[in-house]
Structures are given as C-alpha cells and as structure tokens.
C-alpha cells in the first residue's frame, strides 16, 4: 500500500507523461540494475516532498522485480496526479 487514504500526496509533481511513457518504454530492453536507476531518478526528478520521495524511493530499492518497481512508480505518478492509489 502506497497511500493510507485518497488524499493527494504529491501534488503538481512535475515528472510528466512522457517520463512515466519512457519508462514503459526501456521495461522490457533494460536490465533490473538500470530500470531501478531510473525509478529512482524518475522520483528524485519530480516535485514532491523529501519525506513523500523517500518512502517511495525505499519501496522502490526494496523491489525485487522490474514489475513492483513500476507499480510503485506508477502509483507515485498516480497519487500526483490526484488519483489517490
């Protein structure tokens, strides 16, 4: 669970479309190592608060597969946006 109610967390987070459509993009031709470097660089870039960045950055180096760091990166995407995930 990446958010306890539908409050937004992170508003006008600043990552954009086409970073989250990049992403989708180099999932399947990239190596673990590189896909998690950029989720971590994906959320450092963005708008949000230190506190809110670390947790998701903490979910995002504990995964143990490409497909929990995108879930996780999508939902940050998500709760920016005002979607509540």
């Given at each position: 669970m990446t958010q306890k109610n539908s409050?937004?967390?992170v508003k006008n987070?600043?990552?954009g479309?086409?970073?989250i459509q990049d992403l989708y993009k180099i999932y399947d031709s990239s190596n673990y190592n590189d896909f998690i470097n950029e989720c971590v660089?994906?959320?450092n870039d963005s708008n949000a608060s230190v506190r809110t960045k670390?947790?998701?950055l903490r979910i995002v180096r504990q995964s143990h597969s490409k497909d929990q760091a995108v879930t996780t990166v999508t939902n940050f995407f998500l709760a920016g946006s005002g979607l509540g995930v």
């Open positions: 409050r937004t967390r987070d600043g990552i479309e086409n970073r660089n994906i959320i670390d947790r998701f």
